[in-house]
């Protein structure tokens, strides 16, 4: 583990119960556009909001999951027509990841521009960053306190991030009452990838102290309260309990990135059309089964989390959860295990990682 470090955290993090009652005093007078998904409209969130504030000049309500250019391309260049000061994200981490899209601009350009930023066509230099207040309302991504963004290409067949130093948040607000609707399915996915960026954050080149003790209290409480919550969809308690364990794994991979089950990952959601949550999780048990009495750290770790050094725990819930660690359950025989292998070559999330396959 590195013992020389930095660790840099530039986002104001708030958590309480119905925090969104306040969001006048954050947003303080300046023009906002409001930024959420179809699946949390229903729930009469933009009405609520719109009187809790005069400040909302615009709204997009149909970001979708795993957001794509083609969509995010369209909806800039609408939004960009108005004059605005400052994005509100509340929704997922599709719906924070759009509006990380929808913040980087220039005066004379369209998105195109932020388009080629991240396909890699333009330098990531001379663009301006709208700021952003960002309310999760999955207990999952972190998004709202890292600095990159995941955009999907689905004709490619692949995933592109936008990665720059300064593309944190303002503010990010953890409610977790705000997530007593996600229905069964979500919670598991989103808790499976809050505990994926914590494991990944562990197995790590760039893992220090601070990421380590945090990463760790994150996965005790995945392991502590994911089972729980699924069985007891509606308690506060379990719900808050997952979602700082969403916000320690933020600020611990905020500071490492991820690792190899997240590179494998793109491969499995383009390919096969898994949710990010499943595909950056089912192959943890097997990682782990990698890792263990190579590095120190990692076992002290891997202790503290599991209590034994093993990845029994962890299979024990991902089958409770009914969620199968073979790459054949997800269509990936040998051959195209082969292909997913291929897809790793230069990635920069392998190159991170303490665990090879
Ligand atoms: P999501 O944002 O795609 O949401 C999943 C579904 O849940 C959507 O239909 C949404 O409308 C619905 N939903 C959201 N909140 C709800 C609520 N409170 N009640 C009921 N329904 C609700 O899912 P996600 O897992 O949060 O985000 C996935 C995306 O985040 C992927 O594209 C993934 O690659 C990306 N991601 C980004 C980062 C990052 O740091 N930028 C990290 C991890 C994952």
Redesign the pocket.
């Known amino acids: 583990m590195n013992q020389k470090f930095s660790y840099h955290m530039p986002t104001k993090i708030v958590s309480a119960n119905n925090e969104l009652d306040n969001i006048a005093k954050y947003i303080n007078g300046r023009k906002t556009i409001l930024i959420t998904?179809?699946?949390?409209l229903k729930?009469g969130f933009v009405d609520k909001i719109n009187t809790l504030t005069n400040s909302i000049v615009d709204i997009v309500t149909d970001v979708k999951?795993?957001?794509e250019f083609k969509d995010l391309e369209k909806t800039y260049n609408q939004i960009h027509k108005k004059e605005f000061e400052l994005i509100l994200a509340i929704?997922?981490?599709?719906?924070?990841?759009a509006s990380k899209f929808f913040s980087v601009y220039d005066y004379k350009k369209d998105a195109k521009f932020v388009t080629d930023m991240i396909k890699g066509n333009l330098p990531k230099e001379k663009y301006k960053l709208i700021p952003t207040i960002s309310i999760p309302?999955?207990a999952?991504?972190?998004?709202e306190i890292?600095p990159?963004?995941?955009i999907?290409d689905m004709n490619e067949k692949k995933?592109y991030s936008l990665h720059l130093p300064d593309l944190f948040s303002e503010v990010a607000i953890y409610d977790p009452t705000?997530?007593l609707?996600?229905?069964k399915g979500?919670t598991i996915?989103?808790g499976l990838?809050t505990l994926s960026h914590a494991l990944e954050s562990i197995w790590n080149k760039n893992a220090n102290p601070i990421t380590i003790t945090y990463a760790v209290k994150s996965a005790k409480l995945i392991m502590q309260n994911l089972l729980l919550l699924c069985q007891n969809l509606d308690s506060l308690e379990y719900r808050d309990n997952i979602m700082k364990a969403c916000m320690y794994a933020g600020l611990a991979f905020s500071n490492t990135q991820t690792a190899i089950a997240h590179a494998m990952s793109y491969y499995i959601t383009a390919h096969k059309g898994i949710d990010?949550?499943i595909a950056c999780s089912f192959t943890l048990p097997m990682l782990i089964d990698n890792v263990i009495g190579k590095y120190d750290f990692i076992d002290e770790s891997l202790m503290e989390i599991f209590g034994e050094l093993s990845s029994d725990k962890l299979r024990k819930l991902l089958k409770r959860l009914d969620i199968s660690t073979e790459f054949s359950d997800y269509g990936i025989d040998e051959r195209e295990f082969k292909e997913l292998r291929n897809s790793l070559k230069n990635n920069q999330r392998v190159a991170n990682s303490l665990v090879i396959i």
């Open positions: 998904s179809q699946g949390f729930r999951s795993h957001p929704g997922g981490g599709s719906v924070i990841d309302t999955t999952g991504t972190g998004s890292t990159w963004a995941t999907w995933k705000l997530t609707s996600v229905p979500i996915q989103t990838d990010h949550g």
